[in-house]
């Protein structure tokens, strides 16, 4: 019996709810994997190869994980969503990277071409995904739009009220990666401190921001970033801005200092950066945090 199993990594921090309805709407069961461990960790470090990014390590230790759970893999190509911005080449070379890491046949991988969000491409993308699993294109074409106006009705919390935050801006992958992050909060919220993230900001205003001030960014998920940065800084309740990045990451070793010379300096701000890579410990991260939180606090 069909079972398509749904890697936890990379955009699955994003999209893996829209995902996932997609296939419950169109009748096929799915497993997600299990939150990251440090065998996930291990296993994704062992496949991947050396100059991979800590995300796609994570991501082929999910994928490891699913092999015998499930009869197919949802990887997905995804070139562009939005028409001025463009991924990172691992997601577009995705597919090939696992089929590379697994020798998997081929037959196993759903990996339709998201190409953009226009309704030729919404509808290509459907039909491939459809024909890996014998299903009608129009059934998953409906599937689809109906998963997406669910997930469209998703809410955005506000961080504008007069709590004090600190904003913790980096990939969603990293930023809801339990693994790393659940000590960064912990940290926080030991000294009162509620944590302000992009998903907080409607991504038109994030898209918004980065191409009024800083039209040269063209990586999507970099312009989130940038343009994240760029609001926080000017929100007052925010008391200091932490930036999560990874080792590895082509797009974040450019970005970085962009936004470290162009945004974050000038505001004013404390902030820092925290660099995570597979040997990160929890210890090397609550230092590196809480030196941050007095950074804060003789700022103040
Ligand atoms: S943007 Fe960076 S972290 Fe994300 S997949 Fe690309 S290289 Fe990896």
Known sequence: MIKVGIPRGLLFYDYGSLWSDFFTKLGVPTITSSETTKKTLTDGTNLAIDESCLPLKIF???????????????????????????????????????????????RRLISPNIESKNLYHTFKA????????????????????????????TQ??????????VAVVGHSYLLHEPFFIQEIKNVLSAQGMKIATPDQVPPKTLYELSAELHPE?????????????????ALPNIKGILVISSFGCGPDSLINEYIDNLILKPSGKPYTFVNLDEHTGNAGIVTRVEAFLDLIEWRQ
């Open 126 to 153: 459907c039909r491939e995904a459809a024909n890996c699993l014998d299903a009608s294109p129009i059934k998953s074409y409906l599937s689809y739009l109906h998963a997406l106006h669910e997930y469209k009705n």
């Open 60 to 106: 082929l230790g999910h994928v490891h994980a699913l092999l015998n759970e499930c009869t197919h893999i949802f990887v997905p190509r995804i070139a562009q969503h939005h028409k001025d911005y463009y991924y990172c080449a691992k997601f577009a070379g995705l597919p090939d990277i696992v089929r590379n890491s697994f020798n998997i046949d081929e």
């Open 217 to 233: 960014v063209y990586w999507q998920l970099s312009a989130k970033i940038v343009g994240a940065a760029q609001y926080f800084c």
């Open 156 to 165: 955005n919390l506000s961080c504008k009220n007069k709590d004090t935050f």
